[in-house]
């Protein structure tokens, strides 16, 4: 019985990604992105911190998300795509900006476990800019 609920919760994510258009796909999955790099570089192996702010932003994004298309919560004050524009390019922006600060600083002087946080930081964190710029073009 808990296998069915199991099974019936995955399929149900599954299928509202693939409801997403690409740009809210990019946006949502590059915050999920951030968290899981959060996860395990930050409080797992305390590697590569990525601060309070990304992962604030990436957990309001994917909780937007999930209220949005998995429990059709929509009677919100502010559209549901303008909340997942701004959080999903704020993110991107911070991804750029800790990108060209760890340039400067040289982090790939560092051990590589801090190089591949930092790495999967700055791509999920720019994929999910780049999936609010694909929104808010369309």
């Avoid at 930050?42 to 590697?47: G, K, S, Y």
């Avoid at 998300?65 to 059709?72: D, E, K, L, V």
């Avoid at 701004?86 to 040289?106: K, N, P, S």
């Avoid at 790495?119 to 994929?127: H, N, R, S």
């Amino acid at each position: 019985m808990a296998n069915e609920a199991h099974a019936g919760g995955m399929q149900g994510i599954g299928r509202a990604v693939q409801a997403l258009g690409i740009g809210e796909k990019l946006a949502v999955l590059g915050a999920a992105g951030v968290l899981a790099t959060w996860l395990v570089f930050d409080l797992l192996m305390a590697e590569y911190g990525i601060g309070h702010l990304p992962f604030v932003l990436s957990a309001l994004t994917v909780f937007a998300a999930y209220r949005f298309h998995i429990q059709h919560q929509d009677g919100w004050p502010v559209r549901y795509d303008t909340i997942v524009i701004v959080l999903a390019g704020v993110i991107g922006l911070v991804g750029l900006q800790e990108l060209a600060t760890d340039l400067r600083y040289e982090i790939f002087d560092r051990d590589n476990a801090t190089i591949i946080g930092a790495l999967a930081f700055w791509a999920a964190a720019i994929v999910a800019g780049v999936g609010a710029v694909r929104m808010a073009s369309r």
